[in-house]
Structures are given as structure tokens and as C-alpha cells.
């Protein structure tokens, strides 16, 4: 089995107050996207955001997106937004 190399996971301390709020079914499902995203920080399902592709963004969940940096085996969480359905002013339908 080849190696795969998983990127050490580091937040912005935004980023960590954003990630210690979250209730524990969304505390589950982020830390489960994270480590999918430290096996593959380029995934097809993220986009790079400026000049370069370190920098970058991905829906982790259906309610959380993120932004982070990747350098030199680390990724760096720089943004986490965090929706919530209790806040949109017009539903769908």
C-alpha cells in the first residue's frame, strides 16, 4: 500500500473559536470533513481562491464552509462559516 501523507491540521485562533462553538453533532461532522481534507487539501471538490492554488475553500458540510492555506504539509484553517437554519430571513419554497 503506498504512502499517503496526511497534513497536520492547524486554525487561526478565529477559526478555532468558530470550530469550540460548534454543538457536538456539527463538532462530529466537521473534525470527520477535516480529516478527510488532510488526506487531500486539493480535492476536486475545493476551489482555489486568489493568484495561487494554497489558497483555498470547501463546503465541509452543508453548513459549514471553510477557508485555508496549504503549505508545506500543513493546512492552515484561516475562515470557518458556519450557517444555521434558525437565520435566513426567506426559506426556499
Known sequence: MPHQEIYEVLFTEAAAASRDRLD???RASFD??????????????????????????????????????VS???????VLRIFDDADILLPEG
Do not use: C, F, N
Not at 486568489?50 to 483555498?56: L, M, N, P, S
Not at 508545506?72 to 484561516?78: D, P, S, Y
Open 72 to 78: 508545506r504539509g500543513r493546512l492552515l484553517l484561516v
Open 32 to 69: 470527520k470533513a477535516v480529516e478527510i481534507l488532510a488526506r487531500d487539501p486539493y480535492t476536486e471538490v475545493s476551489q482555489p481562491i486568489g493568484a495561487g492554488e494554497q489558497d483555498r475553500e470547501i463546503r465541509l458540510t452543508p453548513h459549514i464552509v471553510a477557508e485555508y492555506m
Open 24 to 26: 457536538p453533532v456539527r
